[in-house]
């Protein structure tokens, strides 16, 4: 009796174990693959905006001048292949990471798809979306098992103010247009951009960030207040959180940044949870 119940245990947990690293992966893949489909279908080409840098403050039209090709269309999409550390805790280890992201110009959107090791053959699927206003976050073991589902108003906002400072990968999309505006900020070499659009349910969406520049003209970080941080009891709290600028490179016809920090700010100090090396960028 003992051994056909321990026979029957172990049946189960090789079944258990082959259903998770077989059907996950593929799971994963699915999901991460309609995002980007849904991401694709909704999205548009804004073109060059005539007389836009009359629209600007002089620290962002000195930017994109030296960002953006002089001619020629503007990409309206851009692919990434991305690696980097992350943790989710202060006294949480590091872990590493490899990811894909697209991000769309008009309207702005995003696809982050990314997989985390957390053990000899074990991983997290993390997906970061924002699609039409509509921001969502998940993080599944195996590719199955939940771990982070966010979404709702904050969600929204938070993804709106992760695209903002990310844009800078995809420069052209940074131009004033509707939606999209640009005023001088609160010292001499930064400028506040302000972005409104409409969110799922018909409400205004409306998130802002200040650009800080240097001497080369490129911005050095990006600060926003429209960042809501995960409490852990199922509910966000508003924080500031702040993007660093480390590094340039050409890619394809940009000119942006390869190597990025991102940190929460507090009263009294910074966290720095994550850092992501641009390896490859495509545009479209």
């Not at 990409?75 to 990471?97: D, I, N, Y």
């Not at 966000?236 to 700010?265: D, E, F, K, M, N």
């Amino acid at each position: 009796m003992l051994k056909t119940i321990l026979i029957s245990f172990l049946a189960l947990a090789a079944l258990a174990t082959a259903v998770t690293f077989g059907l996950g992966p593929w799971l994963a893949q699915r999901e991460a693959e309609a995002a980007l489909a849904r991401l694709e279908a909704a999205a548009r080409n804004p073109g060059r905006q005539q007389g836009w840098e009359f629209r600007v403050p002089p620290p962002v039209k000195a930017w994109l001048v030296k960002c953006l090709p002089e001619k020629g269309p503007l990409p309206s999409r851009v692919f990434m292949e991305q690696t980097g550390t992350f943790k989710t805790e202060p006294k949480r280890p590091w872990m590493k990471f490899r990811a894909r992201e697209m991000l769309t110009a008009s309207p702005p959107g995003l696809v982050w798809d990314a997989r985390l090791p957390v053990a000899p053959g074990v991983y997290v699927a993390g997906l970061d979306t924002l699609t039409n206003g509509r921001g969502n976050i998940t993080g599944r073991l195996a590719g199955i098992y939940p771990l982070v589902d966010g979404d709702g108003p904050e969600v929204d906002l938070s993804n709106l103010t992760r695209w903002a400072a990310e844009a800078v990968w995809l420069p052209g999309a940074l131009m004033p247009r509707s939606g999209l505006s640009w005023k001088p900020g609160p010292v001499e070499d930064s400028a506040v951009i302000n972005l409104d659009l409409e969110s799922p349910a018909g409400q205004g969406l409306g998130v802002s960030g200040v650009f800080y520049f240097g001497a080369d003209h490129l911005p050095t970080r990006f600060v926003s207040h429209d960042r809501w941080q995960a409490d852990g009891h199922g509910g966000y709290t508003r924080r500031a959180w702040q993007v660093t600028y480390q590094a340039w490179a050409r890619q394809g016809p940009h000119l942006i940044p390869t190597l990025c920090r991102v940190s929460w700010l507090y009263p009294d100090a910074s966290q720095h949870f994550a850092q992501i090396k641009v390896v490859k960028a495509e545009y479209r």
